[in-house]
């Protein structure tokens, strides 16, 4: 005979869902409190870390933030060094130059060219002791050291025709791009400008030419005045002479 708790539960199963339904909504809150209570302290954990990394990050960015300032002053530094003993050493050429100018004016042609030699080699050498050197300006356009200010016909397209200015660089830092002109490959360029230069020359000859006229004719006129001078004075002996006879 079955006992009358499952005569109960068989006969009214009502009840019993509601018993269950009942029993799960007191379990729910219950488990929600408790993972409420798990969960707080692992937020909290989570905002203190990040915090952490922020302020972090705060201290990093203000330490680079010096280390750049810093850097930047010590280069700076060393370029004013560096400058300032490049300075010094041109200034050794400069009063060089103030003493060859006075006594330029005493000084024979040759003793002057030779004085300038010997300054454009201390100046050669101050740059080189200072790392500067000529930028070469041969073959190919190079566009990051040369500059083109003109273009001349002829040639090879592209190729330097020759050099308008001197540049110079340090290291792989340019100071001065070179001035240059270049062929452009344009034959008939290239017969125009001989032309060009051919007609100039025959204009200088000439000009020099006519310059020098008046200074032949007077050499001649003298001549010719020597001339005659000399024959009165041969004529005046004969008569002399013969006056005598």
Do not use: W
């Not at 020759?162 to 540049?167: C, D, E, P």
């Amino acid at each position: 005979m079955p006992d009358e708790k499952s005569a109960n539960d068989g006969k009214n199963p009502q009840a019993a869902q509601a018993a269950k339904n009942g029993a799960t909504q007191h379990a729910e809150p219950a488990a929600k409190n408790e993972a409420s209570q798990h969960a707080e302290p692992t937020l909290a954990a989570l905002k203190s870390k990040l915090s952490e990394y922020e302020n972090d990050v705060k201290r990093i960015q203000a330490e680079f933030e010096n280390y750049k300032k810093r850097a930047e002053k010590e280069r700076g530094d060393l370029f004013s060094r560096m400058k300032l003993d490049g300075v010094k050493e041109f200034l050794v050429l400069a009063d060089e130059l103030e003493s060859a100018a006075a006594h330029a004016k005493a000084a024979n042609p040759k003793q002057l060219a030779r004085g300038l030699e010997l300054l454009s080699e201390k100046c050669k050498s101050i740059l080189k002791a200072n790392h500067v050197e000529e930028i070469r300006a041969e073959g190919k356009l190079d566009p990051a050291v040369h500059d083109v200010l003109m273009a001349q016909g002829g040639g090879e397209e592209g190729k330097i025709a020759y050099v308008l200015r001197k540049g110079y660089k340090c290291g792989d830092v340019v100071l001065r791009h070179a001035q240059v002109a270049v062929y452009n490959g344009n034959r008939e360029d290239e017969k125009k400008e001989e032309k060009k230069n051919e007609g100039e020359k025959n204009q200088n000859e000439d000009a020099k030419e006519n310059e020098n006229a008046p200074k032949n004719e007077n050499k001649n006129a003298k001549e010719n005045a020597n001339i005659t001078a000399k024959e009165n004075e041969n004529k005046n002996a004969d008569e002399n002479e013969n006056k005598l006879k």
